[in-house]
């Protein structure tokens, strides 16, 4: 009876130190679906928000390449050109003859050769005069015509410079070479403001002292004629010998 008691209490043993043993790779793995589902959502909202750092990078590319585009600069400059128009057309101004643009030397002009014909003036003196005056007005009229062979010499290259901004500022690629290619358009409109003036100017003295010279012209035909009237002796008849008698 003790050996079938020990023998028990022996197998007993033996299968409790069998049970120990077990590997712990016969245990079961448990598949949780919704932490799996939670899993993937995370992963999809963090690719989710790399997708959208990418496009705002892009963005950002983008928008440098355009400012970049607009603060290039215009590659065509028409300003020294138009600068030199414009000089050309002061020089002849400035180059005018006997009586220029200066208000004092045309108020010397007529407070002498243009003024009122003086009885205490010798015929010699008022011969002399007329004789400036004319030449005044020719110098004049040279003068216009010179200024008016400069701006139709101008227009040739004003056609030029305009078809070549038109074109610049149509085939510009930002605010900035659109922005100069329209400023160099006024400013090529003010040049041609500037020649038509200056003809302007040029015909209208040349007009002027035309119109100063036939009055001036009256005046002393005026005072001729009474100084022939009011000659003191008068006409006086005398003998002459003719056909050689």
């Known amino acids: 009876m003790r050996r079938f008691r020990g023998l028990v209490a022996a197998t007993l043993v033996g299968l409790g130190t069998i049970q120990a043993l077990r590997p712990a790779a016969a245990q079961l793995v448990v598949f949780d679906p ?19 750092q990418i496009t705002s990078l892009q963005n950002q590319a983008q928008m440098l390449v355009n400012q970049a585009k607009n603060l290039a600069s215009l590659p065509y400059l028409s300003l020294q050109q138009l600068e030199q128009s414009i000089q050309r057309t002061q020089q002849l101004l400035a180059q005018a003859q006997r009586i220029s643009f200066d208000i004092q030397q045309i108020d010397r002009a007529f407070s002498t ?7 205490n003036l010798t015929d010699q003196a008022l011969v002399a005069n007329a004789q400036v005056r004319w030449q005044n007005s020719v110098a004049g009229f040279q ?3 010179r200024v008016q062979a400069t701006v139709v010499g ?10 070549t901004l038109v074109t610049a500022s149509q085939g510009a690629t930002g605010a900035l070479q659109a922005s ?4 160099q358009i006024l400013a090529l409109q003010a040049q041609q403001l500037a020649d038509l003036t200056a003809t302007v100017a040029a015909q209208s003295r040349a007009q002027n002292l035309e119109s100063a010279q036939r009055t ?5 035909g005026r005072e001729q004629l009474r100084r022939f009237l009011t000659q003191s002796r008068g006409y006086q008849p005398q003998t002459v010998q003719m056909f050689h008698q």
């Open 34 to 52: 919704n932490n799996y589902a939670q899993n993937v959502l995370t992963a999809a909202r963090a690719l989710q928000q790399i997708n959208n």
């Open 180 to 183: 100069q290619a329209g400023n």
């Open 143 to 145: 003068d216009a015509m």
């Open 216 to 220: 001036a012209a009256q005046d002393q």
């Open 113 to 119: 050769t243009y003024a009122p014909a003086s009885p």
């Open 154 to 163: 101008n227009l040739d290259t004003n056609r030029t410079q305009m078809s």
